[in-house]
Each structure stands twice: as C-alpha cells, then as structure tokens.
C-alpha cells in the first residue's frame, strides 16, 4: 500500500470547519491522511458576532473549541496561521512550518474591504471575528462611562455611527437598540441624549430583500431610536468623527464609534497565491475546484459561485458555505475512490433570515413565505439550532443552541 493522500484543509470557518467534519465521518482512518489548519483553537459563529460586539451575548457562547467537534483519530489539528499557498509546489507556509498536499480545500474567509475610504481602516471597528467583537463591546461601555467623568460634556462618546445597512448592519443595529437602554442605566445617561446612526449608500436598508421586509426592518429599528441616512456616502473616517456625502454635500458627525460593516472581500491570500481570481474570489468550477488546479477547492468567502439563471454571485453565506462543504468532501472521497465524475455544486437555497434584535426579526423562507416578529425570531434559533446539530450534534446543540424564544 502507498502512502496515504494528504488532504490540507485551511481555515474553520463555516465552510473549512464543515469540510473536515465532513471528511471524518465517510473516509475511513487508512484512505487520507487530513490536516485542519486555524488560527484559533476555537470555530466561532460568525453570524452571531454582533451580539458579542453589542454586548448582549457573551463571546463564549459564540466560540466552540475544535477539540469538540473534530475526531483527532481522523483530523490532525494545526492552530497556526497561513502566510502563504504556493500551488506549483503544493505547499503551504505557516507561521512556524510548512505543508505538503495532495489535495488542498481553501476556506480562508473575508477580510474587511475600505473602498479606498480615507483613515477607515485606522479608525473604524470592524465585526470581523471574537477579538474585534469584544473590543466594540468594551469600547462602548468606556465611552458611557467617560461622558460623566470629562469636564465638558462630549456628544462624540454617545453618537454611535454604524456604517453599511446590509445583513451585518442591521443586524448590529438591533442588538444596539436593545443594549443601549441598559447602558444609559448602568452609566446613568438619559437615553435621549444617545444616538445610533446607520449611514448608507443606497437608498433603504437591506436592498438585496423585499421591499415589505426592509420597510419593516427600518420602521422597528427607528422604533427603537436608530436613525437612518440613506443615499450617503462615507468621505473620511477619523478619531472623533465621520464625513458622509448626501446629495452633493459634505456634512459631520461627531463619535467616537465608527463600526464599519459595509463591505468584505475574501482574504488576499488567495489572491496572493496566482489563483485565477474575481475581486479576489476564486470563480470556482462546478465541482468547486480552481480552475486550472485539480487538486484545490475553496469555499465560502474564498469561492465565487454564479446564479446560473441570474448571472450574478451567490452571497457567500454560511448557509451556502456549509452546503458547498458537503460537495467538496463528496468529490474528495470520489478522488479517493479513484472515480473521475465530481458532484456537482447547486446551492439548495432555504431564504434568509434578519434579526433585529432579540426580539424582532424578518425572514424570507421556503420560496418566498415571509416573516415578521416572532415568528421570523423563532425561524431564526432553529437555523441556528440546525447547524450547531450538524455541527456537533444533539450535545452541542445543548451546550449551545438557543432557546429563549419570546424574549
């Protein structure tokens, strides 16, 4: 027998992390030697990160240690950090080594993308992972608690601008609204002198939904004190303060927290690498390889995925990237079982789901069944629910699955 065939997998992410759980539960011990490589000893949940940044939930239900989903019988576990692919070598170089492959899966996922905004990425937090989540969270509450300790008091520490009204917008935005009323109580602020703004390019929130779910979204959020201006564009981030551009003018405001959630692109490794690629993405075959590299897949926010019916790319969402897991593993084992034909990847889109906070959400589902309140909330902890099973099964769902549904 010869050697066994090492399958590299990078990243444990949605789609990375689905991949190797994939591939220890159909390759049996003696078909592939798999290696899992992460920055973190930890997978996060990257769709509740907003709820770490706002304060309303605590990082350590976010997070889940590898060690408790991967067998490491199957699934050799490398915490280090890819520098660089060099696919003509089949190598990888880590932070402290380098590895060979046979065969390679890519899911690196995203890095913030400024659009070229001047001083943003100095200035502006991000929600990008468990790290930068928390330091929004603790940047809040130091920002309540100086108002009351300078001399002069500053509109900047309690004006909150969020920039981008996309998923990830939004979504920060509800949690907002729901945290701000217990800060101004433990900080003894008037909740009228607190400012959440959302700014905008286009001209409503969400514009990738219906134009019911978005009216609603808007209507609940100002409900609660966020404000909305749309059809504006960011000029210049800086410490104390943001300029927006709307109808041919520049115009202030002054805050201390600029959380950027207007924009992502895949991480630039990819890019780095040679890869053929579309604003850094992999455009991906059918079978989720790399063109022109039988031995590389990517997933997630490393691959580009086009709607054949529209022409346009799939959002990489989580729903898509752990889908585009299952076919990955699928065409792996097929490689090892010497087949020449590879499934074919073709997204089986349930709808999405926003919330709003806690307790509000809206939801398009199941070819275009659209929800409202509690309903889309309930919706909301069962997807959730759903992955932490396919994740990790009945056991994790326990440890971290969410329940509180009506509050």
């Known amino acids: 027998m010869g050697e066994k065939i090492e399958v590299v997998v990078l990243g444990a992410g949605y789609g990375g992390i689905m991949t190797a759980v994939n591939l220890q539960k159909i390759l049996n011990l003696n078909e592939a030697s798999i290696t899992l490589v992460n920055k973190y000893d930890y997978h996060y949940q990257t769709t509740w990160l907003h709820e770490n940044a706002a304060g309303n939930l605590h990082h350590d239900r976010t997070r889940i240690p590898i060690d408790e989903i991967i067998n490491t019988d199957k699934v050799h576990f490398i915490i280090d950090e890819v520098v660089s692919i060099k696919p003509e070598k089949k190598k990888v170089k880590l932070e402290t080594g380098e590895l060979y492959y046979d065969l390679l899966v890519i899911g690196l996922g995203f890095e913030t993308e400024t659009f070229g905004i001047p001083d943003l990425k100095e200035n502006a937090f991000t929600i990008g992972n468990i790290d930068s989540a928390r330091l929004i969270r603790e940047h809040l509450e130091y920002n309540f608690a100086m108002y009351h300790h300078e001399n002069r008091k500053n509109p900047g520490r309690l004006n909150i601008v969020v920039g981008g009204g996309g998923f990830t917008g939004v979504e920060f935005l509800g949690e907002l609204a729901n945290r701000i009323p217990e800060l101004c109580e433990e900080y003894d602020i008037n909740k009228s002198l607190v400012r959440i703004i959302n700014v905008e390019k286009e001209t409503t929130v969400l514009p990738e939904v219906d134009p019911q779910l978005a009216e609603y979204a808007m209507t609940s959020l100002e409900s609660r004190g966020v404000e909305f ?103 792996i084992k097929a490689h090892l079982d010497g087949n020449s034909t590879f499934e074919k990847f073709e997204p089986r889109l349930l709808g999405t789901v926003t919330s709003l906070g806690n307790n509000d959400a809206i939801g398009d589902v199941f070819n275009n069944w659209k ?28 440890r971290k699955g969410k329940f509180n549904i009506f509050y």
């Open 371 to 398: 929800l409202f309140g509690w309903k889309a909330v309930l919706m909301k902890k069962i997807i959730d629910n759903r992955y932490l099973f396919k994740l990790g099964g009945l056991g994790l769902v326990m």
């Open 229 to 331: 201006i749309t059809g504006a564009s960011f000029k210049h981030c800086a410490p104390d303060r943001i300029v927006y551009e709307k109808e041919g003018k520049d115009k202030e405001i002054a805050t201390y927290t600029t959380v950027w959630a207007a924009g992502v692109r895949a991480n630039s490794i990819v890019q780095d690498s040679g890869f053929d690629h579309c604003d850094g993405k992999i455009a991906v075959c059918a079978d989720m390889r790399a063109p022109g590299h039988d031995d590389v897949f990517a997933v997630g926010d490393c691959a580009l995925v086009v709607d054949e019916k529209t022409g346009h790319p799939y959002s990489p969402s989580a729903q898509i990237a752990v889908q585009q897991a299952t076919t990955v593993a699928n065409n």
